[in-house]
């Protein structure tokens, strides 16, 4: 039988079939180009090529966005009538899950294949995506690293094991050997936006934001645009400015790096450009009308029900523009959400309600409402999924709300735990001093 670029048996006899499918492979796991492109070329060579199938349903469920599920469930029918191998039947088991929104399930299924066939980089990619949509930063840390024991580092796509351990290290605090891990992925290959933002994780949560703006500056090619992960690289550097207090840094990597095209239809760039507007609005910058267009292009998702993470940041988008009665529109959903089926209805019930309330809360006046209830679910926000520093949106709305409810105590509860863990962040120093009413620090 013959094997994919990464030894991996597959089921078609086609070379050109082959040849396209490959070209994905590498496509996907570099966040690069149109993987769907090359996928359906080969598929055009071989209409029961099972692998190609497989690939395609795995790339649209991942979007996590319910326009590409029509598509998603074409790919696994498709896929599922073919000729497919028994690894093919798996993961397009596993897509079906997904689909379906039993995302823990789908990605337990991802992560026996990549287990039981540890070269299956498709499989592994794609559990480490669910396992980041579910906040389970363990298993981001441990698959990866179980899966390099069948990789050689000197193999060109070992990189991306790289980085994704980086990452999963990281996110479990492991800071040196995420930074370490991380540069070894990108020196192997620089294209690695995935390895790049693993590394700039490090320095946000450490708040060495020199470092991280040195590094970020210093990657032409993750940074690329035909690199479909570049604008989240460019938020990271926007928060590293935001950081120093360079507001006009920020809003102007908005405009140009993370939202240049303000009508563009990809949901990821919606949740980085609410979640950087947002906290500009917190420090109070004026943003101008920016959060306007980011709102008209959420509307066409504020009824998908599928992942409370990104209604959160609708939410932020919706208020930030005062539209108030899509929001409540989109509140009212989220509750529908929390009744429903799905891993998302346990996330909108317990994470994702009580903060889209919060967040209202404290635009609203209710101050010390919002603060309670956000404050009672950030402990395990992670089961809604991100990461420590998308969360830490959590943490800076309570801050903010908690001295406009005169909670002084809990403002500087919250700026010296900041100051602890970001001890070299100019931003964690202002907010102390905002805390402790010192005003010539706060500047």
């Known amino acids: 039988m013959k094997t994919d670029r990464y030894g991996n048996p597959i089921s078609t ?10 070209e994905a492979l590498d496509l996907i796991r570099l966040y690069h180009g149109d993987p769907i492109a090359a996928l359906d070329a080969a598929l055009t060579e071989d209409p029961r090529f099972g692998a190609a199938w497989a ?67 498709l499989a592994l990619q794609t559990a480490h995506v669910g396992h980041f949509y579910l906040g389970r930063a363990t298993d981001l840390r441990d698959a990866p690293l179980q899966a390099l024991r069948a990789w050689d580092e000197r193999d060109p796509a070992c990189h991306a094991l790289l980085g994704m351990a980086a990452f999963g290290l990281e996110e479990c605090g492991d800071y040196a050997r995420a930074e370490a891990m991380g540069r070894r992925a990108v020196e192997r290959d620089p294209r690695d936006g995935w390895a790049v933002h693993a590394v700039a994780h490090v320095y946000e949560m450490l708040g060495r934001t020199a470092e991280g703006i040195a590094w970020l500056t210093d990657q032409p090619e993750a940074l690329a645009p035909v690199n479909g992960f570049a604008y989240h690289n460019w938020w990271h550097l926007a928060l590293l400015h935001l950081d120093r207090g360079d507001h006009d840094a920020a809003l102007t990597l908005y405009d140009q790096k993370v939202r240049p095209d303000p009508s563009a239809d990809v949901m990821l760039e919606w949740i980085d450009a609410s979640a950087l507007l947002w906290r500009l609005w917190l420090e109070g910058v004026d943003v101008g009308d920016r959060f306007a267009p980011l709102a008209e292009c959420w509307l066409r998702a504020l009824d998908q029900r599928i ?23 989109l509140i009212a959903n989220i509750a529908r959400a929390a009744g429903g089926g799905g891993d998302n209805a346990v996330m909108a019930a317990r994470i994702g309600l009580p903060l889209a309330g919060a967040f209202v809360d404290h635009v609203e006046g209710r101050h010390a409402a919002a603060v309670e209830a956000i404050l009672a679910v950030r402990g395990s926000a992670q089961r809604f999924g991100g990461s420590h520093a998308q969360r830490d949106v959590l943490t800076l709305t309570a801050f903010h709300a908690a001295m406009a409810a005169g909670m002084t105590g809990t403002a500087q509860a919250l700026a010296h735990e900041r100051i602890t863990h970001k001890p070299e962040s100019a931003w964690a120093r202002r907010l102390v001093a905002v805390a402790n009413g010192d005003v010539r620090k706060a500047a």
């Not at 649209?60 to 790919?75: K, T």
């Not at 009538?81 to 079906?96: I, K, V």
């Not at 993470?309 to 409540?328: P, V, Y």
């Open 13 to 22: 006899p086609s070379p050109t079939a082959i040849a396209r499918y490959d």
């Open 307 to 329: 992942y409370a993470f990104n209604d959160l940041h609708a939410l932020m988008a919706l208020l930030g523009a005062g539209r108030r009665a899509e929001a409540a529109d």
């Open 55 to 121: 690939a395609r349903a795995a790339v649209l469920v991942q979007q996590q966005d319910a326009a590409y599920l029509p598509e998603a469930r074409r790919s696994i029918a498709e896929g599922l009538a073919a000729a497919t191998t028994e690894r093919d039947r798996a993961m397009l088991g596993a897509c079906a899950e997904w689909a379906a929104g039993r995302v823990g399930a789908a990605v337990s299924g991802f992560t026996a294949i990549a287990c039981e066939a540890p070269r299956d980089l």
